[in-house]
């Protein structure tokens, strides 16, 4: 059962990937809805965390918020260009990779024997995983070239953005549960900030809205899902098992959704996915030291 607890949060992260892949809409709206669903998805289910509500809790948790409103700006944007196939393991494992790196140099982690090794191997092997999982044989079938080279930089920006909260608030003594509230207030400052700067090329209410706003709330729920599993498996553990969503997300957009891929780049795929699975495992061990 503790299993079972602890892999919910990246059922429900693949899931909202998915959501979010499968209904497109016009940009603003995708956004708009989904940053505004997670932000009141928080708000609403941040009494279950038992936070305590701070000043310090309030100002990290909302710019957490809104570093997680960019964050998902430029995934989405990722979605629309090169799509969710190739989006959803990049951005995973560079931020594993990145959130690995902020341990090691700011946070003091990795100090046990062989921890070191173990949590480098790590990252080795999740960046090939996600190099993997975006590979594009050729001319082939899917993007242009120019369309890979903007979901690719919109890809790693996005990461950069969802990796760098969780440090933050551990560098800010704010604990995860803490966060959760203030993070709704941000995320919905950013809701509104992203309705406003956003390319406007129609009403803001209209086809996709629901489907996005379902799936901010679904990235919420595992958050909670998140919180409450490393409460009972442990943080390694917990973080660890959480990152698997990428390969519902990954294997979903492929087989599900029908996103154009030949035949060896599934292959490669599916060697990516092994590969930054190995390195979960090998960072889980890593942290857990």
């Not at 809805?33 to 965390?49: D, N, Q, W």
């Not at 979901?151 to 560098?171: H, K, N, Q």
Request: hydrophobic share 55%; proline share 5%; glycine share 14%.
């Amino acid at each position: 059962m503790h299993i079972l607890i602890a892999l919910l949060p990246s059922l429900l992260w693949g899931t909202m990937a998915l959501l979010n892949a499968a209904f497109p809409t016009d940009l603003r709206r995708q956004n708009t809805f989904v940053i505004a669903g997670g932000g009141a998805a928080s708000l609403l289910t941040s009494p279950l965390t038992g936070a305590a509500w701070s000043l310090r809790a309030l100002a990290w948790g909302s710019l957490s918020g809104l570093l997680w409103s960019i964050g998902i700006v430029l995934v989405i944007k990722g979605f629309q260009t090169w799509g969710a196939s190739r989006t959803m393991p990049l951005t995973t494992v560079l931020q594993l990779a990145l959130n690995g790196l902020i341990g090691v140099v700011l946070l003091g982690e990795w100090r046990a024997p062989g921890a070191m090794g173990l949590g480098m191997s790590a990252i080795a092997l999740v960046i090939v995983g996600g190099v993997a999982g975006a590979w594009q044989e050729g001319e082939g079938v899917g993007p242009s070239p120019r369309m890979r080279r903007t979901g690719a930089l919109a890809t790693v920006c996005s990461a950069v953005f969802l990796a760098i909260y969780p440090g933050m608030l551990r560098l800010a003594h704010v604990s995860s549960a803490d966060a959760v509230g203030p993070m709704g207030i941000g995320l919905l400052v950013g809701a509104v900030i992203a309705s406003r700067v956003l390319p406007d090329n129609g009403p803001l209410r209209g086809p996709g809205a629901i489907p996005a706003l379902l799936s901010g709330a679904v990235w919420a729920l595992g958050n909670i899902a998140l919180l409450r599993s490393t409460a009972i498996v442990g943080v390694a553990a917990g973080f660890t098992f959480s990152q698997l969503g990428f390969v519902i997300a990954t294997l979903g957009s492929i087989f599900l959704l029908k996103e154009p891929r030949t035949r060896k780049e599934i292959v490669v795929v599916l060697i990516g996915i092994a590969a930054a699975l190995a390195g979960v495992v090998l960072m889980g061990m890593a942290s857990a030291r």
